[in-house]
């Protein structure tokens, strides 16, 4: 934006750590050392949760939590089910009980949760959709806090 590139102040979207829980619920739902990797998200076709199922089958020491509700919930846990993966699969809540954040997203805006799962300190595997690299290419997380966000909005009226 040449013309109004001196004119605009890009301000992150903030979030306060506090919210994320301690993950102990998500923890005890898997064996013990598990890896797990987790996403959250609307149940549906363009969140893609299907791929963490299918690598999951290949790969027995993949451990996944899919957190959500929505339209494909019935089809996820067929898979499950057909895949056996009933012990590997669980849905549940505490992004700070996964090891590995995942959002195999097929479109996407600026996703909140990745705000969170980076702001957690997550590794974060994801496709680089929409917003998404206006998210991981920053390279400094604490801009995404709420005391970021409103400094630089009040500053903007100074």
Partial sequence: ?????????????????????TGKMIRSAFPPGAVI??????????????????QAKNNSSMFVAIVGEGEERGHLEEKIKKYNLNDRVPASEALRGFDVFAL?????????????????????????????GEILDNKNPGEFSLKQMLL???????
Avoid: D
């Fill in 1 to 21: 934006m040449p013309f109004v590139s001196r004119k605009t102040v890009r301000i992150y979207n903030g979030i306060g750590l506090e919210t994320l829980g």
């Fill in 37 to 54: 990797t987790g996403t959250i998200g609307e149940l549906n076709k363009n969140k893609n949760q299907q791929v963490l199922i299918e």
């Fill in 104 to 132: 195999p997203s097929l479109k996407e805006g600026l996703p909140y949760v990745l705000l969170e799962a980076k702001l957690a300190g997550l590794p974060i595997l994801a496709n680089h959709v929409g917003g998404v």
């Fill in 152 to 158: 630089k909005t009040l500053a903007l009226y100074r």
